[in-house]
């Protein structure tokens, strides 16, 4: 048998939580894989050490303060420091690097990813706010570069699974489990008074704040109602959602013939992010297995839009298109921010948004300069509401 040539992997955003698995991933195949770019927003020391053990051809430090530390503490070894915001595009136009792993958090994600694509690079996508943001311009840019995009969210790779050899099967709909996040069953009453650290401690998996805050108010649902749509080319209709607690079951396919197909595991994002890694082959590992023969119980429900309207505020979103999808993630990150630091509560975030959605002009076909527009704009007018 031939064998597969190592592929080189560009970290963007190694020091998060998709970062340091992927590079626990990434160590445990050195035969397959090398981490060729590591970068960090802030994080200078996670950063320095990962640089000595897996010793990358380059880091990024996005934060230039942080940048003598890190150029001291790497003198001595062959990685190369580059510094600030325009050095993660700079370094995704390189070619010393296969396939990208986009892993940084929010809208910061979309440039360095468009750059890697019109260089012709795999993409492993977990920054679900590049899709949100501009998902038509990204997968026709993807289209004509012919560059192969891989999701590493857990309910997408679920999906992209269950798909692979049918081809010319049409996809009915697509269910998308959710866990509820920590405050499934809660109502406005209770929710009014919950802070950041509760928002934080999600039941099923250990995630960065702001997914795990908008796993807290459905909105991470939302957005991957607006992901699935971009990846699998699907109408707003075919998507669906559904409350599933335990997470064992990733997400579905319903085909034309009322077959559905599910992708299963416990809930372990080394598993979607070495799939998205190492496609098309599966290889194994040693992850802990699901066990039939345990006392479990998979349940599924209804959500509770009533309670989390950030859901239907997402499907507005999902359903107008054009530059409401954005305007939508830009609000949504500044209330999460905002809640992180006790700026406001926990029902406040989804006023924020409904707001900024009714503020910021709508455009029904934005050009790419347009939603870095909306963005800003929807930003700035997010933070004068609250004074930010
Ligand atoms: P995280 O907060 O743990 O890590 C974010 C990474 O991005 C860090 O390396 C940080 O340095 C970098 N970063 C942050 N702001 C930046 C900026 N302005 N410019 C450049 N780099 C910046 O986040 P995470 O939980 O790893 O999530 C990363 C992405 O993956 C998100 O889009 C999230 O929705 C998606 N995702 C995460 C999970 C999960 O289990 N954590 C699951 C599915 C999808
Ligand atoms: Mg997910």
Known sequence: MNKVPVKRIALFGSTGSIGRQALEVIGSNPDKFTAEILTAQSSDDLLIMQALKYKPN?????????????????????????????????????????????????????KPTLQAIEGGKAIALANKETLVVAGDIVMQRAVENKVPIIPVDSEHSAIFQCLIGETRNKIEKIILTASGGPFLGKKPNYLVNVKRDHALQHPNWQMGAKISVDSAT????????????????????????????????????????????????????????????????????????????????????????????????????????????????AANEIAVFAFLHNRIGFLDMTDLIERTMQHVPFIEHPRLEEYFDSDAEARNFAASLIKL
Request: proline letters at 6%; glycine letters at 6%; aromatic letters at 8%.
């Open 58 to 110: 380059i880091v990024v430090i996005g934060d230039e303060k942080k940048a003598n530390k890190v150029k001291q503490a790497l003198a001595t070894t062959n990685t190369k420091v580059f510094v600030g915001e325009n050095a993660l595009e700079e370094v995704a136009a390189l070619d010393c690097y296969d396939m990208m792993l986009a892993a940084i958090v929010g809208f910061a994600g979309l």
């Open 218 to 329: 459905l909105m991470n649902k939302g957005l991957e109602m607006i992901e699935a749509k971009w990846l699998f080319n699907l109408k707003p209709e075919q998507i669906q959602v559904v409350i599933h607690p335990q997470s064992i079951l990733h997400s579905m396919v319903q085909f034309e013939d009322g077959a559905m197909k599910a992708q299963m595991g416990l809930p372990d994002m080394k598993l979607p992010i070495q799939y998205a890694l190492a496609f098309p082959q599966r290889i194994p590992n040693t992850f802990p297995r699901y066990d039939f023969k345990k006392p479990n119980t998979l349940s599924f429900e209804e959500p509770d839009i009533k309670t989390f309207r950030n859901l239907v505020l997402a499907k507005e979103a999902l359903f107008k298109g054009g530059n409401l999808p954005c305007v939508l993630n």
